[in-house]
C-alpha cells in the first residue's frame, strides 16, 4: 500500500506504572519533517520521504531513514529542536526501499537494515552495523530471490539483530527471518512453510527472545499469526488475530507486547496487550480507514496513546476475560 504520510514514532522504556511510550511522535511528509503537536515543518533535500525511525542514544535522540527517489539512502539524526542529515551505509545498487534503523532493548543504536537490487522485484536484503561513531562494512544477508522481497522488519536485544520479511518463492510469499549474532547472520529460512501467502511482519524482542506476528492467507482470508524464537527454533505458529487482521505493529512493553494491527471487519485499528505467553489482556480500537497508519505515542495500563488522522487519540482499555 504506498502511503504519502507516514506517520513514525520513537519508543522510550520508563518504570513500570508509568507512561511507556513518551518520546515525541514524527510525521514525515516528502520532502518535509515535522514534529507532531509542534508548528515548524523543517525542509529536506528534494525528494526526500523518510519511513521509520529509532532511538538513536546516546549519539543522538533518534535516527529517521528514508529514500530520495529510491535511488540513494538517506539518514537524519534528531537532537531537541535539531537535526542533520548524515551519511548513510555505502550502497551501489540502482534501487533502494526500506531502511530501516535498528535499535536494541536500551534505545541504542545497533544497524541499520534495507533493499537493494536492480529494480524492485530484484531486491537483497542488506545490513550494516553501527560501530559507535560510523557504520560497518555493510553485508548481505539474504540476495534476491526468485520474486519480491518486501515489508522489512527488525528487532534487536543486547548484539542479537533479528530480521523478518516477507520473499515469493516461486508459488507465494513466505515469512523469511534471518538472526545476527555475535557477528554472523544465520542462514534466511521461512517462520513456517505452507502453500498460501505470509505477508507483512512485525517482530519484537523480549527478555525470552524475538516474537514475529504477520498477515496469513487462511480460510478465505487473511489474519494474524505468531511465531516465537526458541534458542535457535521458531515455534509453530498461533493465531494472534481475528479473520480480517492486517499490517501489525509489535513492540516489547512490560512482560509482553502491544499490537496494533488493521481490522477489516470492524473498520478500525485495533490494540491488544498481550502477556508473555502472548494471551490477549486488554484490547482497545479506533475507528479509522486503512491509510490511518496509526502509531504508539504512550501507553500504561489504563490507556493507550495514539497518533492518527492528524492528531493524538487517548483510548481507554477493555480488560478481557
Known amino acids: 500500500m504506498t502511503?504519502?504520510?507516514?506517520?513514525?514514532?520513537?519508543?522510550?522504556?520508563?518504570p513500570a506504572g508509568a507512561q511507556s511510550f513518551e518520546a515525541p511522535a514524527l510525521r514525515s511528509g516528502q520532502g518535509t519533517l515535522a514534529v507532531v503537536g509542534g508548528d515548524e515543518r523543517s525542509p529536506l533535500p528534494?525528494?526526500?520521504?523518510l519511513t521509520a525511525i529509532t532511538p538513536a542514544g546516546p549519539e543522538a535522540d533518534w535516527l529517521a531513514a528514508g529514500t530520495a527517489g529510491e535511488t540513494r539512502l538517506v539518514l537524519v539524526r534528531g537532537d531537541g529542536d535539531r537535526h542533520e542529515t548524515i551519511a548513510p551505509p555505502r550502497e551501489t545498487a540502482a534501487t533502494v526501499a526500506e531502511p530501516l534503523p535498528v535499535a536494541d532493548e536500551r534505545g541504542r543504536l545497533v544497524g541499520l537494515a534495507w533493499l537493494a537490487g536492480r529494480d524492485r522485484d530484484s531486491l537483497a536484503v542488506r545490513f550494516a552495523p553501527w560501530e559507535g561513531?560510523?557504520?560497518?562494512?555493510?553485508?548481505?544477508?539474504?540476495?534476491?530471490?526468485?520474486?519480491?522481497q518486501l515489508a522489512l522488519a527488525a528487532a534487536a536485544s543486547g548484539s542479537s539483530v533479528v530480521l523478518a520479511w516477507s520473499r515469493f518463492d516461486g508459488q507465494d510469499d513466505e515469512i523469511l527471518v534471518s538472526r545476527r549474532s555475535r557477528g554472523r547472520w544465520s542462514a534466511p529460512r521461512p517462520v513456517t512453510a505452507n502453500s498460501v501467502p505470509d505477508v507483512t511482519p512485525a517482530v519484537a524482542a523480549d527478555r525470552d527472545g524475538f516474537?514475529?506476528?504477520?498477515?496469513?492467507?487462511?480460510?478465505?482470508?487473511?489474519?494474524?499469526?505468531?511465531?516465537?524464537l526458541r534458542g535457535d527454533t521458531w515455534q509453530t505458529r498461533t493465531?494472534?488475530?481475528?479473520?480480517?487482521?492486517?499490517?501489525?505493529?509489535?513492540?516489547?512493553?512490560?512482560?509482553?507486547?502491544?499490537?496494533?494491527?488493521?481490522?477489516?471487519h470492524a473498520r478500525a485499528w485495533t490494540v491488544t496487550a498481550l502477556d508473555g505467553t502472548g494471551r490477549a489482556l486488554r484490547r482497545t480500537r479506533i475507528a479509522a480507514g486503512p491509510d490511518a497508519s496509526p502509531v504508539f505515542v504512550a501507553a500504561d495500563r489504563?490507556?493507550?496513546?495514539?497518533?492518527?488522522?492528524?492528531?493524538?487519540?487517548d483510548l481507554t482499555w477493555e480488560t478481557l476475560p
Open 46 to 49: 528534494a525528494g526526500v520521504l
Open 133 to 148: 561513531d560510523r557504520w560497518g562494512r555493510p553485508v548481505t544477508v539474504a540476495p534476491p530471490g526468485p520474486g519480491s
Open 239 to 264: 493465531p494472534f488475530g481475528p479473520p480480517g487482521s492486517l499490517f501489525p505493529t509489535l513492540v516489547a512493553h512490560g512482560d509482553g507486547h502491544l499490537l496494533l494491527y488493521r481490522d477489516v
Open 302 to 313: 489504563d490507556s493507550v496513546r495514539l497518533f492518527a488522522l492528524g492528531r493524538e487519540h
Open 211 to 228: 516474537l514475529v506476528v504477520w498477515s496469513g492467507f487462511s480460510e478465505g482470508e487473511y489474519r494474524l499469526f505468531g511465531s516465537r
Open 3 to 14: 502511503r504519502t504520510l507516514l506517520l513514525l514514532a520513537l519508543t522510550a522504556a520508563v
